[in-house]
Structures are given as C-alpha cells and as structure tokens.
C-alpha cells in the first residue's frame, strides 16, 4: 500500500509539473501589468499595432507593435504636443490639465494608409493623423471642431466613412472620404440606448465605442456598468449600418471590458479589453473568441482565463518600460519612447546634451506644488512589483529648489534634495491629503545622491516606498509607506517621475546621472 501511494504521489507531482511546464509557455492574463488603457488594436500582414490613452503625458497617443498579441514595444506616437498655446496643457499660470488632454483613440488601416484618431475636452476639438508609416511617420493632422466622446471610425465598403460616438444614447455621422470633415446633414441617432441589454440600473451608460464590419455585419462594442455590478462588455450587431441593431451581454466577468475584435493570421479571434486595477492602472487583458450564430462568444465559459493559447510574455523592459543611462551618440534619439513628459514640456529647460551622459532639469520659474511644475520626466509604474532608481547631481541646485525622484498622480510621494537655508537635506513628501506634507528629512553633506522608489501592487497591495543612498550599495528608507491609490482627478496609474522645481529662485539645475527600472 505504501509503495502504491508512492507510485500515486508520484504520478500527481510528475502531472503538476507538466501542468506547470504547459502555463509556463503561454501567455498569461494580464497581457500588460501597467496602465495602457482605451486599445484600439489593428493587424496588418501578420503585425499588430495598438493605440492607447495618455492624456496629460507627452508625446501622446502611444502607438505599439507586436507579432504576437502579447510581447509589445512602443515604436511611435502621433503627436508631441496636442496643442502649444493652452495654458491647461502648458501647466501655467496655476492651470493643469490632469485627467484629460487626449482621450480614447481608435486606429485603422486603409488603403496602405494609418489613420489614429482621438478627442480632448480640453480644446473640445477631435484629432485624426494619417501616415503610410506608422512606426516613422511623418503624421498629417486634421483637426475637427467637435470633441466626439469615445468615437470610432468605419471605413465601409461602399467608400462611405462612418463616425459613431457619445455615451448612452449613440449618434453617428458621415465624414468626407478624407476625413477633413463631416456631414453634419448625416448625423443621426445610431442607438438610442446602448447600455439597455445590461438592465435599466445603470451607473455608467455604455460608452467606449469601437465599431467593426466583419462577414457583411456590423458589430458595435461598448462598454457599461450597472449600479452594484461591475464593468461589462455590451454588444450590438446589425446587418445595416442603420439598423436595427439587437444587443447582449458579451461578457461580465472581474471588470474586464472596454475594447473589440482582433483576428489572428490562422484564423483565430480574441477580444482586447481592460481592467481597473488600482494605483497601477488601467490593465489589458486578452479573452479568446468563438463565433456561433453569427455573435462573437467572448472567453472561456464566459470567463476570463487565465493562461491563453499564445506566445509567453518576455517582460515589459524594453518595449514598454526601460533604464536610460542618458548616454547618446550622434543621431540617437534624445528620448527613448518610453519616456513621456508631465504635460508639455519646455524644451529650453532640459537637455541630454549640455552634460554627457547626463539629464539635465533646469528652472526658470517659481512653483508652489510639484503637480504645477513643468519638465517631470515620466515612465509608468508596472505590476506585480516594480522599482527605480536615479542618480542625481545636485550641486548647481539652488535656494528653494527640490529635485529628485516622484511617484506621480494625484496622491503622490517623493524623495528629493532640497536646498534651504543654504543647506542640502534630503526630504520625502507624501501628499496623501492633497497636501505636500514633509514627512521626514535628512541632512546631506555630498553633492551626489541615491535615490529609489519601490511599488507593490500585489493583489492591490498599492503601497509605496522610497529609499536613499550615499554609495550606491547601501539603502536607508526614509519616511512612511505611501498609499498609491488611483484616483479620477489625474485618471492615470502611478508614474515614476524625474523633476527638478523652484520655490524661490529659478536659474538652477539637477543633473541625473542615469535611471535604472526593475
């Protein structure tokens, strides 16, 4: 009996193992630990190119590539800034414009051009740039005097080009063949009430619109969320464009929603969509996709799974995070695309080039919070966990400056060096109330400083933590464990961030060394 149980425990580890092994060389839900929210997903040949929002961060309107649906890397944005004179998008004169700047965009390919569309309730306009190469450009801009909510486009097959928005209740319009504008005599009611297959409780009305035509129907992604439920995907199909449309529930299941339909090169389908998770953000995830009556059945016994019949992830660093050592040789590009700036920069007051290999984060005004100072250089925290370090060159800072190394949204932390009364000393800054609260300081007799942020976002851990060093090799905390909690005001998962601001005299710099990310 005992060499019979043996042989049975035995078989059960052997078969836990191939289970084990199997997971191991697949995908894995999410496909991204970090906020890359709104995807607009397109294959072109066997390559897939995706869109997302960034909103106050700049350039805006990441464009990412992949050959498998999984392992992605940024290789452009349609614009550097959305517009220059806005003192909003600007952060002057007090005004910022957290949580909004570009919203939701929607890409498409047609006739060997690239179209990525998107609107800002900033300017109340809508954005759409065209380019025959979407990883180099050049990018043609159209600007629309209207800001139209979570809108998608359709290139028909008649040569008609369609133009479906709004929240609830869904209207469409005709735009001109190129794009430059819109038929205001063809605007008309799509859906009266998109969110009606998910009840009539509804917290938020069906929004999130992503409208494809796939085997001469028409099928309308939305995404709603019922009072007490959570996030759903709705989804409405037509054999007419007019109609009429009948919907359903496509999926309800840990909030996953709010995205379309992707097809692979064999013929396989799965539906993109994402997930609010806490102070990382907005995360994607893949669900596989079967067709049986002409309606698109997302997941796996209308779940999410876990583990997917696609290439595993190799990681985010490089394509979607990174280090830079800011060293640059000629023709090198100033800034990885991994980079992304607090709102728009002023490029006079940073350089990669007065210093080799170094940043170099220059004042020229005075600023009364962190949030309102310009050039915040900017990457996206990930998950589980994740941290950064800096090396930061303060001896050219002056009286009042801080510079070092954030946790950005609207409950941020930091670690920095600031000069007072003459003196260096290093403080972290938690802003858990909406106010930059020193929490603790200590005096720092060097001119070169360590710094690390560390990020938990295990099972929502969402905590924070920073640390310094006065060699490189020995870490001090300093300070409390932060919450990082995501918040609808900046509407963006936690960001590491390089800054350097002045609270009473401008005209000084910091010098950062290199920024190292794991």
Wanted: glycine share 8%; aromatic share 12%; net charge positive.
């Amino acid at each position: 009996m005992i060499h019979k149980n043996r042989f049975i425990f035995s078989c059960l580890l052997i078969i836990i193992q191939m289970v084990a092994f199997a997971q191991e060389k697949k995908a894995q839900n999410p496909i991204i630990y970090a906020d890359v929210p709104d995807m607009s997903m397109i294959r072109v040949g066997d390559t897939y190119y995706m869109s997302s929002t960034t909103m106050h961060v700049n350039p805006g309107v990441p464009i990412m590539k992949s050959t498998d649906l999984v392992n992605w890397k940024l290789v452009n944005y349609a614009y550097e800034t959305l517009e220059d004179n806005n003192d909003r998008l600007n952060l002057d004169n007090g005004k910022n414009d957290y949580g909004r700047g570009s919203w939701a965009s929607c890409l498409r390919y047609q006739n060997g051009i690239y179209y990525v569309s998107t609107f800002s309730g900033t300017t109340g306009r809508t954005y759409i740039y065209s380019t025959k190469d979407i990883e180099k450009g050049p990018w043609k801009k159209i600007v629309l005097n209207n800001s139209y909510h979570d809108h998608s486009i359709l290139f028909d097959d008649d040569g008609k080009v369609y133009l479906v928005w709004g929240a609830g209740k869904l209207d469409i319009i005709e735009l001109n063949k190129d794009l430059s504008s819109v038929k205001e005599e063809t605007k008309r009611v799509l859906i009266e009430n998109a969110s009606a297959p998910a009840g009539n409780n509804i917290m938020l009305n069906s929004e999130g619109s992503q409208l494809f035509k796939i085997n001469e129907k028409y099928y309308l992604f939305n995404i709603c969320w019922p009072r007490g439920g959570m996030r759903t995907v709705v989804i409405h199909r037509a054999d007419n464009i007019n109609g009429p449309w009948e919907g359903k529930v496509g999926l309800q299941d840990q909030g996953v929603a709010q995205g379309g339909l992707i097809d692979t090169p064999d013929g396989r389908w799965f539906s993109y969509l994402f997930k609010d998770n806490g102070g990382v953000g907005r995360i994607p995830y893949l669900v596989p996709v079967k067709w049986e009556n002409g309606w698109p059945i997302l997941g796996e016994n209308a779940k999410v799974p876990e583990y997917l019949d696609l290439p595993p992830s190799k990681g985010l660093i490089p394509g979607i995070v990174n280090s830079d050592e800011f060293n640059r040789k000629k023709g090198d590009a100033t800034l990885p695309l991994v980079w992304q700036w607090n709102h728009n920069p002023d490029n006079s007051l940073w350089s990669v080039r007065e210093r080799k290999g170094y940043l170099r984060l220059k004042t020229a005004r005075i600023d009364s919070s962190f949030v309102q100072a310009k050039n915040t250089l900017t990457q996206r925290t990930f998950g589980p966990e994740c941290s950064a370090t800096t090396l930061v060159d303060v001896s050219k800072m002056k009286e009042g400056d801080f510079a070092g190394l954030s946790l950005l949204q609207k409950q941020y932390g930091f670690i920095a060096v600031k000069i007072e009364k003459g003196s260096k000393k290093i403080v972290m800054i938690d802003a858990a109330q909406d106010i930059q609260k020193e929490i603790e300081s200590v005096p720092l007799n060097q001119d070169k400083v360590y710094f690390k942020a560390a990020c938990d976002f295990k099972n929502r851990a969402d905590k924070g933590r920073f640390y310094y060093s006065l060699d490189g090799n020995n870490w001090t905390p300093i300070g409390n464990r932060i919450n990082l909690p995501y918040t609808l005001p900046h509407f963006m998962g936690y960001r590491f961030g390089l800054f350097n601001y002045a609270t009473k005299n401008p005209g000084g710099y910091a010098d950062f060394d290199w920024f190292r990310i794991k």
